[in-house]
Nanobody, 123 residues
Framework: QVQLAESGGGLGQAGGSLKLSCTDS????????MGWFRQAPGKERDVVAA????????WYADSVKDRFTISRDKAKNTLYLQMNSLKPEDTAVYYC????????????????WGQGTQVTVSS
């Protein structure tokens, strides 16, 4: 069973940086792709960035391209999201997720989810 837990959220300032982490403690050998999603109050959950199992291919939403970087350390079973040049509109609950089928850039491709971590960006 894949068990995901995010950390690293909190309060950031516009123009600043935050780094999120997501660790899988399930101990499985599933070769899954992973992604970061976010959901602001009253809005749908959207994919922010995604990465393949091997880490050789990534995808970013236009709104975060050139500001956010997704990466993974398979030896540590950990996914990261480095967020730079933060904007108030980045404020949301951020979720990490893992999947094995479908497109890694689409929400419906994901089967396992973390509980989410709040990111608030002040102006």
């Amino acid at each position: 069973q894949v068990q995901l837990a995010e950390s690293g959220g909190g309060l950031g300032q516009a123009g600043g940086s935050l780094k999120l982490s997501c660790t899988d403690s399930g101990g499985t050998n599933i070769r899954y792709f992973m992604g970061w999603f976010r959901q602001a109050p009253g809005k749908e959950r959207d994919v922010v960035a995604a990465i393949t199992w091997a880490g050789t291919s990534t995808w970013y939403a236009d709104s975060v391209k050139d500001r956010f970087t997704i990466s993974r350390d398979k030896a540590k079973n950990t996914l990261y999201l480095q967020m730079n040049s933060l904007k108030p509109e980045d404020t949301a609950v951020y979720y990490c997720a893992a999947g094995v089928a479908g497109l890694f850039s689409r929400l419906d491709g994901y089967s396992w989810w973390g509980q989410g971590t709040q990111v608030t960006v002040s102006s």
